[in-house]
């Protein structure tokens, strides 16, 4: 029996048809990712009844099947994140800002923070910890509710559950106060509600205007704007920049870099503040 599996082939134009699609509509950028298009997506569309990826694209581009779009992204794009990933941005969180937020809404005490592109969840629930530990016994008296967002629908239904397996360094007080241990699953936690419920999941494509409720005192990208060329990053950055308080900050992960901008200021590795008033290039 013949098991070699072979990846459908891709011409030249519904290569371009296709990174153009996701280009304008999402911002992530295939221009060079041929090669990952086929292997990733060849067999979920050779399951689906395809034989070649003309037919997909004229279905795609015609009926914009949700599960067919959640597929595509979800298949050129890496959902991996963990809890207390790049743990000194965490500490910088923890040490720096909180205070600075403590004192700035001392009369409203409503806090406004985004993780924008949160994947499975990780991030938020790591930040909702932090807020906890922080305010402690004055919790209750915040509002301190993390806005959460991504554009896969399929890493949302995982965050909203909240079941993951905690890294070995997570600690051991935290297990014991904001998780509980699955009884049918060894190894498995769920998220407590004290966290969970500060935590506000919703589907959301950075490409769209931002027109929440709120202004943001602090926004986590990590590791979203390295999907993006340039010029989606910089519109990215003036919309983030439109979207946030006087002096807020944010996250980028190390990997990436904001340039050369006049709207933030370096303040710490991959962390950076709005400037009060963009300077004169």
Not at 133 to 147: H, K, M, N, V
Not at 223 to 248: C, E
Request: hydrophobic residues 40%; contains cysteine.
């Amino acid at each position: 029996m013949d098991m070699i599996f072979h990846d459908l082939a891709i011409s030249d134009a519904d290569f371009q048809q296709l990174v153009q699609f996701i280009h304008k509509n999402y911002g992530i950028d295939l221009s060079k990712k041929r090669q990952l298009i086929t292997s990733r997506l060849s067999h979920s569309l050779k399951a689906k009844g395809y034989k070649d990826f003309r037919s997909f694209l004229d279905h795609l581009f015609t009926s914009k099947d949700p599960q067919d779009l959640e597929l595509v992204l979800n298949k050129l794009t890496t959902n991996y994140t963990y809890f207390l990933r790049e743990k000194d941005h965490f500490t910088f969180f923890q040490n720096t800002i909180l205070p600075e937020l403590e004192k700035r809404h001392s009369r409203d005490k409503v806090l406004s923070i985004w993780s924008a592109g949160c994947s499975s969840g990780e991030e938020p629930y790591t930040l909702s910890i932090y807020l906890k530990e922080y305010f402690g016994p004055q919790a209750s008296q915040w509002d301190t509710r993390i806005l959460a967002t991504d554009i896969s629908q399929q890493a949302m239904a995982k965050a909203k559950v909240g079941v993951y397996q905690p890294p070995a360094d997570m600690p051991n007080e935290w297990l014991r106060r904001y998780f509980v241990p699955s009884k049918t699953h060894p190894g498995d936690y769920t998220v407590a509600p004290v966290i969970r419920n500060n935590v506000i999941f919703r589907t959301f494509n950075l490409m769209n205007p931002i027109q929440f409720r709120l202004k943001f005192d602090v926004i986590f990208c990590r590791n979203v704007m390295i999907y993006f060329d340039q010029s989606t990053r910089d519109a990215l950055v003036q919309r983030f920049y439109n979207a946030m308080n006087p002096n807020a900050y944010l996250f980028i992960s190390h990997s990436e870099s904001l340039g050369h901008t006049p709207l933030f200021q370096m303040v710490a590795p991959a962390v950076y503040r709005k400037n009060s008033a963009p300077a004169r290039s």
